[in-house]
């Protein structure tokens, strides 16, 4: 099984950078998909970032330009590094992993707050 667990979520002023981190201990990480997924009160949960198996990335429109998503297979972990962060990016942030047969896994999610 798989767990996520991640860390790194807090309180920034705007303008601030974070960097969130996501353990997944096991032997399937290399072959996975890992992302970062949002959810702000009152909205949907939306797609952060995503890197694929081969390290190719995805982002969200919102946060183009100042994430960016990063994995470690040696370490089995994924990280999201935020910078010029607004308070529209607060949010809890969920670590997320997934493979074309094996399943879907997710974390408990780490808050962060932008605010001054």
């Known amino acids: 099984q798989v767990q996520l667990v991640e860390s790194g979520g807090g309180l920034v002023q705007p303008g601030g950078s974070l960097r969130l981190s996501c353990a997944a201990p096991?032997?399937?990480?290399?072959?996975?998909?890992m992302g970062w997924y949002r959810q702000a009160p009152g909205q949907q949960r939306e797609l952060v970032a995503v890197i694929n198996s081969g390290g190719s990335t995805n982002y969200g429109d919102s946060v183009k330009g100042r994430f960016t998503i990063s994995r470690d297979n040696a370490k089995k972990m994924v990280s999201l590094q935020m910078n010029n962060l607004k308070p529209e990016d607060t949010a809890v942030y969920y670590c997320?992993?997934?493979?074309?047969?094996?399943?879907?896994?997710w974390g408990k999610g780490t808050l962060v707050t932008v605010a001054s």
């Open positions: 096991g032997s399937s990480f290399s072959i996975g998909t």
């Open positions: 997320n992993m997934q493979f074309m047969v094996a399943g879907n896994y």
